[in-house]
């Protein structure tokens, strides 16, 4: 299993709010930042958030982070159609000392 | 534009051996660390290995260490994956990655590698 807990699915209905939770450890999500990644069906992984709650130009700010202690989380608010992708969190581990990523989150728009 | 542009990948008996490639194009290559992600079929993302701008620094991930080695050429501006003794569970989606401080922010479309029998 993967060293980030995630819940494997998720879902909403148009306009609303969502949250996905990532749970890791000190040594990784403790003392690092934490990314977040968008994979829509049949493509390659984006970075959606960065440092913890940046946005990479381009992504709408209907996209949150934070991260508090060992966890983080992704807010997606207004919730759309386009929305439907998998969602994963990443972040260094200090004791595997590589990058690890949660196990992902399936987000169906309902 | 940055582009990641990988290949090499294709099917592989178990045991063999295979090299994967990534161009970059549209950022200077040199200024950057770059990354393997694999991702096996239906399955999450993995972290597969990391080296930095300058070459001094590589990590691995415990499942490939020892049979897998990253590389770069600056000059070619590329990256490149030697996979040595290939197993089953090796099969994957193949993704070089731009790494900007520590986020992987350019992701190539992936090279798919098949360890069959």
């Known amino acids: 299993q993967s060293v980030l807990t995630q819940p494997p699915s998720a879902s909403g209905t148009p306009g609303q709010r969502v949250t996905i939770s990532c749970s890791g450890s000190?040594?990784?999500?403790?003392?690092?930042?934490v990314n977040w990644y968008q994979q829509l069906p049949g493509t390659a992984p984006k970075l959606l958030i960065h440092?913890?709650?940046q946005r990479p130009s381009g992504v709408p700010d209907r996209f949150s982070g934070s991260k508090s202690g060992t966890s983080a989380s992704l807010a997606i608010s207004g919730l759309q159609s386009e929305d439907e992708a998998d969602y994963y969190c990443?972040?260094?581990?200090?004791?595997?000392?590589?990058?690890?990523f949660g196990g992902g989150t399936k987000l169906t728009v309902l | 534009e940055v582009q990641l542009v990988e290949s090499g990948g294709g099917l592989v008996q178990p045991g063999r051996s295979l090299r994967l490639s990534c161009a970059a194009s549209?950022?200077?290559?040199?200024?950057?660390?770059m990354n393997w992600v694999r991702q096996a079929p239906g399955k999450g993302l993995e972290w597969v290995s990391y080296?930095?701008?300058?070459?001094?620094?590589?990590y691995y991930a415990d499942s490939v260490k020892g049979r897998f080695t990253i590389s770069r050429d600056n000059a070619k501006n590329s990256v490149y994956l030697q996979m040595n003794s290939l197993r089953d569970e090796d099969t994957a989606v193949y993704y070089c990655?731009?790494?900007?401080?520590?986020?992987?922010?350019?992701w190539g479309q992936g090279t798919l590698v098949t360890v069959s029998s």
């Open positions: 990655a731009r790494e900007l401080l520590t986020d992987l922010d350019y």
């Open positions: 549209g950022f200077s290559f040199s200024s950057y660390s």
């Open positions: 080296i930095s701008s300058s070459i001094s620094t590589i």
């Open positions: 000190s040594s990784n999500i403790g003392s690092n930042t």
């Open positions: 440092s913890n709650n």
């Open positions: 990443a972040t260094w581990s200090d004791s595997l000392n590589g990058r690890v």
